[in-house]
């Protein structure tokens, strides 16, 4: 009777924690994401959605904007999985190539920007912990992990677009 008891107590226990981080996440992360996704829907409301159409669609004629500086626009502002949605501004055949430099930052930028993938914050989280543990700053990894990310969709970018370029039989022109 007692393991029935202890398993039904550690059962409900599993479920007591899970409430517990999610009033967390109410009551920290959720309204910070609110309040960032007011700001961002606001100032592309101020500033046209014409304009920042015509914007992005002038960023995609460079390949190193196309997978740099598209990307990062879309995913602070959109986040994940809205970003996406910048490729209608890229030219069909380098949407598989713009769509792997998103995915690929996505988690990058959660360190410096939690609103633009918080599924994603648990990860960054768990790795932070341990920089804490160790009496490291966390300002110092968040600006890093952003930075090799920009490298890294710089590179995928520039990698799938060749290679589907190639499978495909299209030209760079």
Not at 122 to 146: D, Q
Request: proline content about 4%.
């Amino acid at each position: 009777m007692e393991i029935i008891s202890n398993a039904a107590n550690g059962f409900i226990k599993l479920f007591q924690e899970g409430g517990t981080t999610f009033m967390g996440w109410v009551t920290g992360i959720i309204p910070l994401v609110v309040c960032l996704m007011t700001a961002v829907n606001s100032v592309i409301k101020l500033i046209g959605e014409e304009r920042v159409e015509r914007f992005a669609q002038k960023l995609t004629r460079f390949a190193v904007l196309r997978y740099t500086l598209l990307p990062i626009i879309a995913v602070l502002f959109l986040g994940n999985p809205m970003c996406y949605t910048f490729g209608r501004f890229v030219e069909e055949k380098y949407k598989p190539a713009y769509y792997d430099s998103c995915v690929s930052f996505v988690h990058p930028v959660t360190g410096l920007f939690p609103h633009a993938n918080p599924g994603e914050l648990f990860v960054y989280t768990g790795i932070s912990a341990g920089i804490t543990k160790l009496g490291l700053s966390i300002g110092g990894l968040a600006v890093r992990y952003f930075i090799v990310g920009v490298i890294v969709i710089l590179i995928r970018g520039l990698l799938t677009e060749q290679i589907y370029l190639r499978m495909t039989g299209k030209t760079n022109k």
